[in-house]
Structure formats: C-alpha cells, structure tokens
Nanobody
Framework: QVQVVESGGGLVQPGGSLRLSCAAS????????MGWYRQAPGQQRELVAV???????NYTDSVKDRFTIVRDNAKNTVYLQMNSLKPEDTAVYYC??????????WGQGTPVTVSS
C-alpha cells in the first residue's frame, strides 16, 4: 500500500520559516520524481518545486531563492524548506510522487498560513 504523508505546516508570521516533510512508503522512492504543490483558496493547484531522481530541481518563479527542495533517499523523505514567507504563500501544500507520469501519488496536504 502506497502512502504519502506530509507534515510540518502551520501558522507563521511574514518573514518566517517553515520546513515541510513528506514521507513516502510502498514505492521505490529513489526512482520517483518528488514534488511540492500548493493550492490557495479559490485557486488552482500549482507546482511549487520538484526534484528528480537524479536530484535536478526546479522551482516556480515566485519561490526561487526562498524555498529549497531536498530529498533523503535513505529516509524516503522529501523536504521543502521555506524561508522569507509571504502572505501569498498561504495555501495547502501537497506532496506528489511521480514515476514517468505512470504512477502518481498524492498526499493529503498540510496547511500553511502566513499571517501576522
């Protein structure tokens, strides 16, 4: 059984930091591209950051130089370090595991609220 479980969301003040974690089980984690997406109220889900099986990363423009995605294959976990958070980063953050668009799994999401 495949499980993708996010954690680490919460309430943070503007300018603050959070680290999201995503633990995956039931898959050959090392083979998967892992991604973080987010969905704000009334908005479509958007890609935030992605890391390939070879550790190539890509970020949406709005988070470049503020967010960092890393993976720990020994722990089957991917992290999203979020710094200099802004109110517009407020959203539910979802973890995605993708193998060649053939096997795709989502977590249940973790909410992030950036507010003073």
């Amino acid at each position: 059984q495949v499980q993708v479980v996010e954690s680490g969301g919460g309430l943070v003040q503007p300018g603050g930091s959070l680290r999201l974690s995503c633990a995956a089980s039931g898959i050959r984690f090392v083979m998967y591209t892992m991604g973080w997406y987010r969905q704000a109220p009334g908005q479509q889900r958007e890609l935030v950051a992605v890391i390939s099986s070879s550790n190539t990363t890509n970020y949406t423009d709005s988070v470049k130089d503020r967010f960092t995605i890393v993976r720990d294959n020994a722990k089957n976990t991917v992290y999203l370090q979020m710094n200099s958070l802004k109110p517009e980063d407020t959203a539910v953050y979802y973890c995605n595991a993708n193998w060649r668009e053939y096997y795709v799994y989502w977590g249940q999401g973790t909410p992030v609220t950036v507010s003073s």
